[in-house]
């Protein structure tokens, strides 16, 4: 399996502009998180979905931010307009969540600027 | 928000010391993992503990859960340059139901020097 797959790897971007995240969970796992990783907040939860519905956004910082999961094998997370302070490392992670301590398996990442 | 505070936040330390690294909050857990992230990579996971007082030893590293499931420490000995990274520990939210939501820890960022 070629495990959790993200793209791209790294984005440069404008503040105002859109930017889309696109994550490729492995096949069978029926859980997706999308994560924000800076140095000083830390591995941040910002939405997770369960058989494609979101369950929990709570995480998500504010209406600039989206997240989508049409089917089970693609999830995009959407920032429009994105501002300097997003920039950061976006993970995406899957499971198959079948009770308490499934493991999660986490994307190379995103890497994130906005300038 | 189910929050785990990590200490230290940076450890630094010679090859061949012992060291542990702790993990508390003041929410129960169903379980607590233990997750390793070396730098331009996705955190990789080393160990889950579940049960109260559970002990658990992978090679050089033990985890402990502590018994009111609130708590969990990962000590290393004789640490090597290889165990260098970023250790994180994550939690899943107790009280029974389907909630799935996976917090995690800041991290202890260590550092074992030659």
């Known amino acids: 399996d070629a495990g959790v797959i993200q793209s791209p790897r790294h984005e440069v971007t404008e503040m105002g502009q859109e930017v889309t995240l696109r994550c490729k969970p492995i096949s069978g796992h029926n859980s997706l998180f999308w994560y924000r990783q800076t140095m000083m907040r830390g591995l941040e939860l910002l939405i997770y979905f369960n058989n494609n519905v979101p369950i929990d956004d709570s995480g998500m910082p504010e209406d600039r931010f989206s997240a989508k999961m049409p089917n089970a094998s693609f999830s995009t997370l959407k920032i429009q307009p994105s501002e300097p302070r997003d920039s950061a490392v976006y993970f995406c992670?899957?499971?198959?969540?079948?009770?308490?301590?499934?493991?999660?398996?986490f994307g190379q990442g995103t890497r994130l600027t906005v300038v | 928000t189910q929050l785990l505070e990590q200490s230290p936040q940076f450890l630094s330390i010679q090859e061949g010391e012992n060291l542990t690294v702790y993990c508390n909050s003041s929410s129960v857990f169903s379980s607590l993992q233990w997750y390793r992230q070396e730098p331009g990579e996705g955190p990789v996971l080393l160990v889950t503990?579940?049960?109260?007082?559970e002990v658990k030893k992978l090679k050089r590293l033990t985890f402990q859960f502590g018994d009111a499931r609130k708590d969990s420490s990962l000590h290393i000995t004789a640490a090597q340059p290889g165990d260098t990274g970023l250790y994180l520990c994550?939690?899943?939210?107790?009280?029974?139901?389907?909630?799935?939501?996976?917090?995690f820890g800041k991290g202890t960022l260590l550092t074992v020097n030659p």
């Open positions: 503990v579940v049960t109260g007082g």
């Open positions: 994550a939690g899943y939210p107790g009280g029974g139901g389907s909630n799935y939501k996976l917090t």
């Open positions: 992670a899957s499971s198959f969540h079948i009770g308490g301590g499934t493991e999660a398996f």
